[in-house]
């Protein structure tokens, strides 16, 4: 199976679960008016939204580069991170209106246990399901599957605290008959509205990142390095090394500086193998490489990516040809 299909895969199991869980969790909500559960109703309903955005964006971004969108469509995966994340925050504020309500007026629930098992059933279900979503997204590099992940694994922690909450309540009016706990039914609730806030904010973070160009990843680009380097000695040095990445597509273009004196054909073949390597090591990279002369006049923007000691720079300037001149 390729990765594009394991993706779509994987985000309709998430849109399957999802669906089941909301219907569950609100007729369980409605059945015992516990406002806990029917946060976690609509936290679910939140995430099937979320799934389903996740599973448009995965088939979209893998449509190939066109006329109207010659960097692919990539950013479409960052595009539904985002999304999903200002989704969470709409979730939060109405958990929260929600349970605020019910601290002010309070109301008895019946058949707690429902709740409880109902709670119980939605954590193990979006905890596996996350399990598939973290691996495959890690897998195919892909933003919308990850943040779906983010989404059901914080379902699952706020699934959790609901079924603590319940337990509780359950358990204290055995034990002590006539006294109610119903408030921390809506205690509970904020707290879930707690988590959810957090996970969003993070998620907003890891996405818009990508829609406003940010460089990959230090380790990444220490990685590109890497690869410049092991072309030494052909390659003098490097500058202007620029990265960003899109959905799980990268990009990334440099400069590199070789002897003035070297042919053209040379030139071309040095630079198609570094290509080569680097994609290699990144799939889905569009790697762009520019190759200049080498003069041993080391100007500032390239004195960091120089890889010539002073010895080498001084001989470089001494026997260096004069410059052609293009009429």
Same mark, same amino acid.
């Given at each position: 199976? #390729? ?43 939140? #995430? ?33 991170? &985002? ?27 019946? %058949? ?15 905890? @596996? ?11 195919? #590099? ?15 922690? &706020? ?7 319940? &337990? ?35 998620? %907003? ?6 829609? *406003? ?18 072309? @030494?000695?052909?390659? $003098? ?5 620029? %990265? ?17 004196? *070297?042919?053209?054909?040379?030139? $071309?073949?040095?630079?198609?193998? @570094? ?14 490489? $520019? ?37």
């Amino acid at each position: 199976m #390729d990765a594009q299909t394991r993706k779509e895969n994987v985000a309709l199991l998430s849109v399957i679960s999802n669906t089941t869980l909301v219907v569950i969790k609100l007729i369980a909500g409605v059945s015992i008016g516990s406002v806990s559960v029917m946060s976690e109703a609509i936290h679910s309903g939140v #995430d099937l939204v979320a799934a389903i955005i996740a599973l448009f964006s995965v088939k979209t971004s893998s449509l190939p580069a066109d006329g109207k969108h010659p960097f692919g469509h990539g950013k479409i995966e960052n595009i539904s991170g &985002t999304v999903e994340a200002l989704l969470i925050f709409v979730a939060a504020g109405w958990i929260i209106w929600e349970a605020v309500n019910k601290l002010l007026e309070p109301q008895p629930m019946e %058949t707690v246990g429902l709740g409880i098992a109902v709670m119980l059933v939605s954590a193990v279900a979006n905890q @596996l399901v996350s399990l598939r979503l973290f691996r495959v997204g890690k897998e195919t #590099d892909s933003v919308a599957l990850i943040a779906d992940g983010w989404h059901l694994r914080t379902d699952v922690y &706020t699934s959790a605290g609901v079924m603590a909450g319940l &337990t509780v309540i359950w358990s204290g009016e055995l034990l002590f008959p006539g006294v109610h706990f119903h408030w921390l039914d809506p205690v509970a609730a904020i707290g879930v509205a707690s988590l959810i806030v957090k996970a969003a904010w993070d998620l %907003t973070r890891q996405s818009a990142g990508g829609l *406003m160009d940010e460089t990959l990843p230090p380790e990444e680009e220490e990685e590109i390095r890497r690869l410049i380097c092991s072309q @030494l000695p052909v390659v $003098h040095g490097y500058h202007q090394l620029r %990265t960003r990445k899109a959905g799980h597509f990268r990009f990334i273009e440099v400069h590199i500086q070789v002897d003035g004196k *070297m042919s053209v054909e040379i030139a $071309h073949a040095l630079n198609q193998d @570094l290509v080569r390597r680097i994609k290699e090591r990144f799939r889905q990279a569009t790697v762009t490489v $520019h190759t200049e002369p080498c003069n041993g006049q080391c100007a500032e923007k390239c004195l960091a990516g120089c890889l010539l000691t002073e010895t080498e720079r001084t001989r470089i300037r001494q026997t260096v040809a004069r410059p052609i001149e293009i009429v």
